[in-house]
């Protein structure tokens, strides 16, 4: 009988040891799933949080268009990307891929590389206005003869020649109202006066 019981506690034991393992190795493999989703996550940080049921701010409207990879690159290169996702409200001026294009060939390149970040980080930023301007309120800024007051820092003249209206030169050619303000889609870059 006593051999029984030895046996009988030896068995539960071991059950209980090899339970036990299992769990420490699930719960080791979940804390390291989740880790590398969160090491993912972070790497891009809040500018590339996906929430499919939101309208999209103007980052990730940028993202999502095909005419926009270039200012989509500049944005990342110049580590502007959470400034875009900001609540708002704000506006930004959007140049098409076409629009970069426009530029002294080379310029792109050049503006991206890693030692002109804080240069390319003024060119962006001085597309973007830190208000609400939908396109009736650029039209009566030109009414009342107003420039935009733009996240660079400097001040951008809006005008109307017929139908079109234009930002410091680039003609607006779409407009999309996104959760944190307005994407205007320009046809041209808007370079700082003191670039």
């Not at 268009?65 to 290169?77: C, G, I, K, Y």
């Not at 294009?101 to 930023?125: D, F, Q, R």
């Amino acid at each position: 009988m006593k051999t029984i019981k030895i046996t009988f506690l030896f068995l539960c034991l071991g059950t209980l040891l090899f339970s036990s393992c299992k769990e420490d190795q699930q719960q080791k493999e979940a804390v390291e799933n989740s880790e590398e989703v969160a090491s993912t996550s972070s790497n891009k940080g809040q500018a590339y949080i996906d929430d499919e049921g939101e309208t999209p701010n103007a980052l990730r409207t940028a993202i999502e268009s095909p005419d926009h990879t270039t200012l989509v690159a500049a944005v990342e290169a110049a580590e502007v990307q959470n400034a875009l996702v900001n609540v708002g409200p704000l506006t930004v001026f959007a140049p098409t891929n076409e629009a970069f294009n426009k530029l002294p060939a080379g310029t792109v390149e050049e503006l991206v590389k890693p030692e002109n970040k804080s240069k390319l980080a003024y060119i962006l930023t001085n597309h973007v206005a830190p208000s609400n301007y939908p396109v009736d309120m650029l039209l009566k800024n030109v009414k009342k003869g107003r420039t935009l007051y733009m996240a660079s820092g400097e001040n951008v003249e809006v005008t109307q020649q017929g139908d079109d209206l234009f930002v410091g030169g680039a003609k607006i050619i779409g407009t999309v109202k996104v959760s944190n303000g307005w994407v205007h889609v320009v046809d041209g870059v808007i370079l700082p006066k003191n670039k």
